[in-house]
């Protein structure tokens, strides 16, 4: 009686080719899970940075059209300068008076005296804008890492410097009485992810954006 050892056609597999097989599928299995991870770090990241943006931008959108309304029926560009400078600005105008010149004591409504500044909590940095007679402190933007004010008495070029967070410009600025052109630079900034040479890692990335205001009653001082 002789044996063989070929196998037939209901064989199994083998537990060396078990062994084989759960080694490569363990493998895939690994590197599917480590692209996903990093898939799932790069959306996470990109929406982070398209929210601060976002945010950013539509502060600055808001301060503009609002500074640009500065010393409206005032006898002065309506920038309080005792609380305003780089970080900071104060602005007050008279919206519901046309025919007469106001004074301090008529800067009393909902929109007529606004600060905007940043404030720090949780390790991160919000800009504010306060309604001293309206509805009180509103956050714009809470990511930012930086805004700077620069006072200008015409309009003025600038560059923005790479990996910087204020713009560059050759202009000298004026006091904030005599401005009539004001550049407002918000810098945001994410912060690195990862460690670098590994897979997903992302660099700390910054931008710079900026809006130019042009305080259009400042120019009626005269008339």
Not at 57 to 81: D, H, K, P, T, Y
């Amino acid at each position: 009686m002789s044996s063989s050892n070929k196998k037939g056609p209901n064989s199994g597999f083998s537990l060396l080719e078990l062994l084989i097989a759960m080694g490569i599928t363990i493998t895939l299995m690994t590197a599917a899970s480590t692209l996903l991870a990093n898939a799932i770090r790069i959306r996470s990241r990109e929406n982070q940075k398209s929210d601060a943006l976002a945010d950013a931008q539509r502060a600055l959108n808001i301060m503009s059209r609002e500074i640009a309304n500065g010393g409206f029926n005032l006898s002065n560009n309506g920038i309080v300068a005792a609380d305003s400078g780089q970080h900071a600005l104060r602005i007050r105008s008279n919206l519901n008076g046309y025919t007469n010149e106001a004074t301090a004591s008529e800067v009393i409504d909902e929109g007529e005296d606004i600060r905007y500044f940043v404030n720090q909590a949780d390790n991160t940095k919000y800009l504010v804008r306060h309604d001293e007679y309206g509805n009180g402190s509103t956050v714009l933007a809470n990511r930012i890492d930086n805004m700077t004010i620069h006072y200008y008495d015409q309009k003025v070029t600038y560059t923005v410097p790479q990996g910087g967070d204020d713009i560059d410009c050759p202009t000298t600025e004026v006091s904030k009485d005599k401005a009539k052109y004001i550049v407002i630079a918000v810098a945001v900034t994410l912060d690195e992810v990862g460690t670098p040479g590994s897979p997903g890692y992302h660099k700390q990335y910054s931008v710079v954006l900026c809006s130019d205001v042009t305080l259009r009653n400042s120019d009626l001082w005269s008339y």
